[in-house]
């Protein structure tokens, strides 16, 4: 009975789909609303009666579960925030539960960000994850923000061999000697791990080209899909994992609440987003059916003329 | 068209009020009608921005306009309290650093034959700044060539390096890569043969593939010979992984769009209606 | 001395960076003159907030068309900036204005919804594309569009119900697996080829740049 409102909903999305099909085929146009409000519905209805489906870790994202989970406790996570509102929906997910696994595996987290507003969106992370689930951790010896700094790829040269240059103060203005985290931290090459979570520029690449390579500092990543493509070649010798879109952000929910009991209740924002995604992306390829039969049929109607 | 305008303009408002009310009424605490009102706004900005999708609106346009503003000063108060604060007033003056509240770091730089103290150093990076602010002055908006420069030349050797090293020479590298994955020769092959998606077969398909379509697609793209005969057929192979690629690209940003909507949908039912939990 | 200072500066600052990458005695240098860039950038930030603000003074003065939304744009950006250079409702000079204040309560409440939204429309006009635009005209756009198809299904779970059916012994023909295939191979090996073509652009720009060849970014009276 519970199933019975998406069942309803899909089936007039695909009454809307024949319509549409029909208009085609007697050559009718449609107005760009119609399209505009089949994509509002297909996103929107799925929302309001979420179903949440258990994504299976494809070897890429399980790539980078393994590369957190295997580091022994207490070792030295980097985590660059870069990115900015309009990715937030795709990163800010991978940003959470990528957070929440370093610091349920009880590793030191540094967090900085090459985007202006990565500094905000860190915020987010801390007052989701950071303080709810890790109330006991302090700010400067489980967890630091170090913040932003403006340069793009030269912040990442200045790191590469000195860090506290770059960084002689967190975000809050303390300054880098009296952050008990820091200890030990001289450049880049002392941590054990980054991840970049953004999708823009700077981000990955940046920090393979100007870190992960000339360190040999393990890099890892979670990016907008748009830019996820494009960031293949680097995996697996310059890359050790990586999070593609929403897809990757669920696939990693999903994997991180398996194996990790006392997470099981924890929000899962990516995996809710899947239900959207499946519904948009079928409309979206019927639309793209139904636009070719629109083409065929000119063509065959421009052939005959 | 004017009243019709302002009929528009009245009823938004009114609703504006009517939610920010009712909103106010589910928060609890302190700041409940503060705490609403944000909401609201946030909320009256969206279906700003998105009644651009039913046509071109002074609502869609006040949005706008207000985003820009907002967002320039957003990256130079950042900039100014990260940077400037951060990077460039501990190393020039202890009196500002004590103002400011960041530790004052002092320094040199040696360079053996001279050494110059941070204080005198840091004076450049402010020169070329100021210089850079010219450009919106036209009499001396030549000066501002000088820091460009200076950011031109900084690229250009960062990563004159980088580019050459990570971009080329890592992925011809990693191109190479063995075409017989896990070989115990043909018979222990063919007996074990299968399309399962760990298998060998298809590790070494996917190699070959790798290895053909980076090759291929090169060709391609190298315009200086003719694409005719076997060239000319490596390079259709090219073209077609080039499409395979774009095909991907195209999956990811639907993937990637679509998430965006379902981002601000959420924020809309669940923030401001609380119809979702 | 319009052209002349400009090219050393370009010159002499390109080969103390490659130089600080090969030789760590030079290495100190080239980190403070990677911070003077980062320093300078901000002052770009500075730049575009007084060219915006020029931009919208001289279309109100002018009173050009859509005037009246310059003063928004210039409310929103002064406001913004004296609750950020002010760091109006912060605890100390030292706290973090994206955490608390004004500045960060207009970041959450105003910036943040309209970029977002800004960038979610793009959805509705993917999906116009995808109707009028996304046409199988040859063979060369039908593999586009079946690999498009492979990537658009396999990210989803239908993809996985429509072809679990399929023995592990074929496994690679489940739509999920082929679509972790294209990317991970044909999409791979043409990204890849992409990469070391751009690779070689910025690498033969930077040459060009760093020997005083290329001098368009100087403007127009460059020589």
């Known amino acids: 009975m519970g199933n019975i409102g998406p069942i309803i909903v899909l089936a007039l999305i695909a009454a809307g789909l024949v319509w549409l099909l029909l208009r085609a085929l007697k050559g009718q146009e449609v107005d760009r609303r119609v399209i505009f409000a089949f994509i509002l519905v297909s996103v929107a209805a799925p929302l309001l009666m979420p179903v949440t489906f258990k994504a299976k870790p494809t070897p890429i994202v399980r790539a980078l579960f393994d590369a957190i989970d295997e580091l022994p406790e207490g070792s030295r996570v980097l985590l660059s925030f870069d990115f900015d509102p309009p990715m937030s929906p795709e990163v800010q997910p991978m940003a959470d539960v990528i957070t929440r696994h370093v610091l349920a595996k009880k590793h030191q987290a540094i967090c900085m960000t090459l985007w202006a507003t990565g500094q905000a969106q860190f915020n987010i992370t801390m007052n989701d994850v950071i303080k709810t689930d890790f109330p006991n951790l302090v700010e400067g010896v489980d967890w630091v923000n170090m913040g932003y700094k403006a340069g793009n790829e030269g912040v990442l040269n200045v790191i590469r061999t000195d860090f506290k240059k770059m960084f002689p103060t967190d975000a809050n203005s303390i300054p880098f000697d009296s952050i008990p985290i820091l200890r030990g931290v001289r450049s880049c090459g002392d941590f054990d791990l980054i991840i970049s979570l953004g999708g823009g520029r700077p981000g990955l690449k940046e920090w393979v080209l100007f870190v992960g390579d000339p360190t040999g500092v393990p890099i890892g990543a979670g990016v907008a899909a748009v830019v996820a493509p494009q960031l293949y070649p680097y995996y697996p010798r310059q890359l050790v994992g990586l999070l593609g879109g929403v897809k990757g952000a669920s696939e990693y929910e999903s994997h991180f609440r398996d194996n990790y009991e006392q997470y099981r209740d924890m929000p899962t924002p990516a995996m809710v987003m899947m239900g959207p995604q499946t519904v948009a992306h079928i409309v979206i390829m019927a639309f793209i059916v139904i636009g070719n039969v629109l083409f065929f049929l000119a063509r065959r109607k421009e052939g005959q003329s | ?277 | 001395m319009r052209r002349e200072i400009p090219l050393i500066i370009t010159i002499s600052v390109g080969f103390l960076a490659i130089l600080s990458f090969f030789s760590p005695p030079f290495e100190p240098l080239g980190e403070d003159f990677t911070l003077f860039f980062d320093i300078i950038a901000v002052f770009a930030f500075f730049l575009g907030g007084g060219n915006l603000m020029r931009v919208h003074i001289d279309k109100l003065i002018k009173r050009k068309k859509d005037w009246g939304f310059s003063i928004v744009t210039l409310v929103g950006f002064l406001v913004m900036l004296v609750a950020g250079l002010g760091k109006i409702g912060a605890e100390s000079i030292t706290s973090d204005i994206t955490r608390e204040g004004l500045f960060s309560t207009l970041y959450y409440n105003v910036h943040l919804p309209l970029g977002s939204t800004m960038y979610a429309l793009l959805a509705f006009f993917v999906a116009s594309a995808s109707y009028r635009a996304f046409r199988a005209k040859n063979r060369e756009a039908t593999v586009l569009l079946i690999a498009a198809f492979i990537i658009l299904l396999g990210s989803t779970p239908i993809g996985q119900m429509l072809t679990n059916w399929m023995p592990e012994g074929m496994s690679i023909l489940e739509i999920p697996n082929l679509a972790v295939w294209i990317m991970s191979s044909p999409n791979l090996a043409g990204q890849r080829a992409i990469m070391i073509g751009i690779g070689l652009g910025v690498v033969s720009m930077s040459l060009r740049l760093i020997l005083g060849i290329e001098r368009t970014y100087l403007g127009k009276d460059s020589g």
């Not at chain 2, 941070?118 to 100021?130: C, D, H, N, T």
């Open chain 2, 1 to 277: 068209m004017k009243r019709t305008s302002l009929i528009v303009f009245a009823v938004v408002c009114l609703i504006f009020v009517l939610s920010w009310v009712l909103k106010a009424g589910t928060i609890d605490g302190d700041n409940a009608i503060q705490d609403a009102f944000l909401v609201t706004l946030a909320s009256f900005l969206t279906l700003a921005i998105m009644s651009f999708m039913y046509k071109d609106n002074a609502y869609y346009k006040f949005a706008e306009h207000l985003f820009v503003g907002v967002s320039a000063a957003y990256w130079m108060c950042v900039g100014f309290w990260s940077t400037i604060v951060g990077n460039l007033v501990p190393r020039l003056s202890e009196g500002l650093s004590e103002a400011f509240g960041v530790p004052y770091l002092g320094g040199e730089l040696d360079f053996g034959f001279l050494t110059l103290p941070y204080p005198l150093l840091y004076f450049i990076p402010i020169i070329l700044g100021a210089f850079l602010l010219f450009r919106l002055v036209p009499k001396v908006g030549w000066l501002s060539r000088w820091p460009l420069a200076f950011i031109v030349g900084t690229f250009a050797g960062l990563n004159l390096v980088r580019y050459l090293r990570s971009d080329f020479m890592s992925q011809i590298s990693s191109t190479f890569v063995p075409l017989l994955v896990d070989w115990h020769g043909f018979g222990h092959f063919f007996a074990n043969f299968s399309l399962a998606a760990d298998g060998q077969f298809v590790a070494m398909f996917s190699n070959l593939v790798i290895f053909l379509g980076v090759v291929c697609g090169l060709i391609y793209f190298f315009f200086s010979k003719e694409h005719t005969g076997l060239f000319g057929k490596a390079s259709r192979v090219g073209i077609w992984i080039l499409m395979i690629t774009f095909g991907a690209s195209f999956g990811y940003t639907v993937m990637g769009r679509i998430s965006l909507l379902v981002g601000r949908l959420t924020f809309l039912f669940k923030d401001w209606l609380g119809i979702i939990s």
